[in-house]
């Protein structure tokens, strides 16, 4: 089986430039989550949701980030405008969330590794 | 809310030596632990997770996990470890959700620890 898929790997662009992030989990997932690694911050959750519903958004740095869940095998992570700081590595993770409580663990992509010049 | 402390942000081990990572929560509910691992340049793998029952926890690659609830601990331990097992592990804590709310499970990750092995 496929796991969760993410595009691009690596994405470099300039400040000011719209970002997209694509992710698509593992069918039959019902929870996605949107998490940022950095050296400072370590991993951070941004975002999740539950069969398409954004759930906790509490993460997300600021307005200039937002993401969509349009169906089951697809989401977005948008950071509009860029900037330098928000150059990591950004990942995408599915579970099966609803009818199993927190016990099913979360099975993460390889990440896109964003640089912001 | 939970939180997760590992201690060790490095641990260099000679190949066949045997290792203990070290993980700590706070929490003022029961919790479920996992233990992740990550390889250069990709995401986080699953290696054995604590929901109940023993504590004692054995996870893929030769690793386990002792769950002490007094300690509030969860180390991560292998006898032996291999010059593969060089990677970054993260020890992890979500809480307890009842079945059928229609929510999911929400990870708190501790800052991890490298662990580097050598001939």
């Not at chain 1, 300039?14 to 929870?31: A, D, F, W, Y």
């Amino acid at each position: 089986d496929a796991g969760v898929i993410q595009s691009p790997r690596h994405e470099v662009t300039e400040m000011g430039q719209e970002v997209t992030l694509r992710c698509k989990p593992i069918s039959g997932h019902n929870s996605l989550f949107w998490y940022r690694q950095t050296m400072m911050r370590g991993l951070e959750l941004l975002i999740y949701f539950n069969n398409n519903v954004p759930i906790d958004d509490s993460g997300m740095p600021e307005d200039r980030f937002s993401a969509k869940m349009p169906n089951a095998s697809f989401s977005t992570l948008k950071i509009q405008p860029s900037e330098p700081r928000d150059s990591a590595v950004y990942f995408c993770a599915s579970s099966l969330g609803e009818g199993s409580g927190s016990n099913q663990p979360q099975h993460f992509g390889d990440g896109t590794r964003l640089s912001i010049l | 809310a939970q939180s997760v402390t590992q201690l060790d942000s490095q641990v260099p081990v000679f190949e066949e030596a045997p290792v203990e990572l070290r993980c700590n929560y706070s929490s003022s509910v029961s919790v479920y632990l996992f233990w992740y691992v990550q390889y250069p340049n990709q995401g986080l793998q699953l290696l054995l997770k604590y929901l109940s029952g023993s504590t004692l926890v054995k996870g893929i690659n030769g690793f386990e996990a002792e769950f002490n609830k007094s300690q509030t601990s969860f180390h991560l331990r292998k006898p032996s470890v291999h010059i593969s097992d060089t990677a970054e592990y993260f020890c992890a804590v979500s809480r307890p959700i009842p079945i059928n709310t229609g929510t999911a499970s929400k990870l708190t990750f501790g800052t991890g620890t490298r662990l580097q092995v050598t001939l």
